[in-house]
């Protein structure tokens, strides 16, 4: 079983910037996938960026040129570089590991508030 832990969200103004990251409680040595999603009050779930164990990202096009997702194998984590925030990306954001043949992990949230 494998545990996710997010930090780093919090308040930034419109413009602003802040970094998210995951941290997993095991070295994953197989193929696997990471990601971020964020569901805002009233709104589905989005699926944000993604991030492959060989390092293919995706990204939605509402992030896209600002938000960057990358990873730290050695220390089991993955970051979400978010710049240029806007009001439109408050949400709670959730950190996702998919192991194929093993299983799927959610981390518990975490907020990110933008000000206008």
């Known amino acids: 079983q494998v545990q996710l832990v997010e930090f780093g969200g919090g308040l930034a103004q419109a413009g602003g910037s802040l970094r998210l990251s995951c941290a997993a409680s095991a070295r994953i040595l197989s193929a696997y996938s990471m990601d971020w999603s964020r569901q805002a009050p009233g709104k589905q779930r989005e699926l944000v960026a993604s991030i492959s164990s060989t390092g293919i990202t995706n990204y939605a096009d509402s992030v896209k040129s600002r938000f960057s997702i990358s990873q730290d194998k050695a220390k089991s984590r993955v970051y979400l570089q978010m710049n240029n925030l806007r009001p439109e990306d408050t949400a709670l954001y959730y950190c996702?590991?998919?192991?194929?043949?093993?299983?799927?992990?959610w981390g518990q949230g975490i907020q990110v508030t933008v000000s206008s």
């Open positions: 996702r590991l998919i192991v194929p043949g093993e299983g799927v992990y």
